[in-house]
C-alpha cells in the first residue's frame, strides 16, 4: 500500500511528531509513504513530494515547523487547480491521503473524497477550534507560550506602572486567549465569543487603579472586535481561502492606544504573532501528534475513509471529516466564566 501524507495551512509545533508517527506506523505494517510537500501546493502541475524513510523520519519528534513544509494553498479555486491535484494522486498511485491541518485543509481533504480519493485526516490548529475535537495538535504549546510570556510581562509591567495589551491569535474562537491568560495570570481577557466594549476596559481599569492596583496585563485575541473602534478594518488582505490577514488589523496596537487616551496610564503593545507557532513542541502536543498519526494510518487499514481521527476526553476516536469543517467550535463559557473571577 502506498500512502501520501502532507501537512496544510499555518505551521504548528507538533506536526513533525505526526508526520513520524504516520510513517512509522506504515513502515511497521510495510506500507510505502510518500511525503507531499507545501501542502495542496505539492499536489500541483507537476507535484512535489519525497519519499519518506526510517532516516528521514529519524530525529525529528522534537522539532518544531514541518519536514514537508506547508502552505495556504486552495485548490478548489478553479476547476484547473482542481483537476491537477486528482491528476497527481492518481499519478502518484496512493492507494490513501492522509491531511494533517485544520478547518481550510481538511476541507480540501472533505472534496478529494467525495470525488473519490481514499482521504483520512488529522486534526492540528493552535486555535484549538476545530469541531468534534477537544485538542488539536499544536494547541498546548502555544498556550505554554502565552503564558510563559505573561510571565515575563508582568515584571516589565510592574515596574514601569503600566497597562500591557498582549495580542494573541484566535481568528473566530479565542481558546488560546481564555486558556494562556488564565494560565499566565491574566487581569482582562478579551475574545470573539464575548462581546464587549471599549468602555467596559476603561472602567475594568480604573477599578484596579482605585483598589491600588498600578499595572494591568490584558490578552486580546486577533480577532476581537470593539465596537467604537476601527481599527485598521481598511485592510482587505485576505489568503486563498478568503481569510482577512488579522496581523494587519492591530487590535491590541489599537486597544493600547485608546486605553492611553482614555484613561491617562501608559500602555504598551505586544503581538505574539508567530512565536505562538514556532519552536519544540510539548510533551503534551508530542503525545497527541503521536496517538492521531498512528491512529490515521488505522484509519487508512480499516478503509476508513472520510474520517479523521480525533480526541474525545481521553480517547482517540474516529469521526467524519464533513461533521468537523465548517464548523467553529468556540469557547466553552464556563471555561471564560472561571477567568472572570480573576479579573
Known amino acids: 500500500m502506498k500512502i501520501g501524507v502532507l501537512t496544510g495551512g499555518g505551521d504548528a509545533p507538533g506536526l513533525n511528531a505526526a508526520i513520524r508517527a504516520v510513517a512509522r506506523r506504515s513502515f511497521e505494517r510495510g506500507y510505502q509513504v ?16 519525497e519519499e519518506l524513510t526510517l532516516r528521514s523520519v529519524s530525529g525529528i519528534l522534537h522539532l518544531g515547523g514541518t519536514i514537508l513544509g506547508t502552505s495556504r494553498t486552495n485548490p ?6 482542481q483537476q491537477q491535484v486528482l491528476q497527481n494522486v492518481e499519478r502518484l498511485g496512493l492507494d490513501a491521503l492522509i491531511a494533517i491541518g485544520g ?15 481514499p482521504v483520512v485526516g488529522v486534526p492540528k490548529t493552535m486555535d484549538n477550534d476545530l469541531a468534534e475535537t477537544d485538542y488539536c495538535i499544536g494547541f498546548n504549546t502555544a498556550v505554554s507560550i502565552v ?24 481568528r473566530d474562537a479565542g481558546w488560546v486567549a481564555v486558556v494562556g491568560g ?14 464587549t466594549t471599549v468602555d467596559r476596559v476603561v472602567k475594568h481599569l480604573e477599578r484596579r487603579r482605585s483598589l491600588g492596583k498600578d499595572f494591568s496585563i490584558i490578552v486580546v485575541a486577533e480577532g476581537v472586535t470593539l465596537a467604537e473602534v476601527a481599527g485598521k478594518e481598511t485592510i482587505a488582505e485576505r489568503d486563498a481561502f478568503g ?52 491512529a490515521a494510518v488505522d484509519l487508512v487499514t480499516e478503509g476508513k ?30 471555561l471564560y466564566q472561571l477567568a472572570e473571577i480573576f479579573f
Open 243 to 294: 481569510h482577512v490577514r488579522l496581523d494587519r488589523r492591530g487590535v491590541g496596537e489599537t486597544l493600547a492606544r485608546v486605553i492611553e487616551e482614555q484613561t491617562g496610564f501608559e500602555s504598551r503593545t505586544t503581538v505574539l504573532g508567530h512565536l505562538q507557532r514556532g519552536g519544540s513542541p510539548s510533551a503534551l502536543d508530542r503525545l497527541l501528534a503521536t496517538r492521531l498519526g498512528v
Open 103 to 117: 478547518d481550510d485543509t481538511l476541507s480540501v481533504a472533505q472534496w478529494l473524497y467525495e470525488q473519490g480519493v
Open 182 to 195: 488564565l494560565a499566565g495570570g491574566a487581569d482582562l481577557i478579551l475574545i470573539p465569543e464575548v462581546p
Open 147 to 170: 503564558a510563559e510570556a505573561l510571565d515575563r510581562l508582568h515584571t516589565t509591567a510592574t515596574a514601569h506602572h503600566r497597562v500591557l495589551v498582549v495580542e494573541v491569535m484566535g
Open 76 to 81: 478548489r479555486k478553479s476547476p484547473e487547480l
Open 34 to 49: 510518500i511525503g507531499i510537500k507545501k501542502g495542496w501546493a505539492g499536489l500541483l502541475g507537476e507535484g512535489e513530494y
Open 305 to 334: 475513509f472520510g474520517y479523521m481521527s480525533a480526541i474525545k476526553g481521553q480517547n482517540v476516536v474516529p469521526v467524519e471529516i464533513k461533521k468537523a469543517v465548517g464548523v467553529n467550535r468556540t469557547v466553552d463559557l464556563s
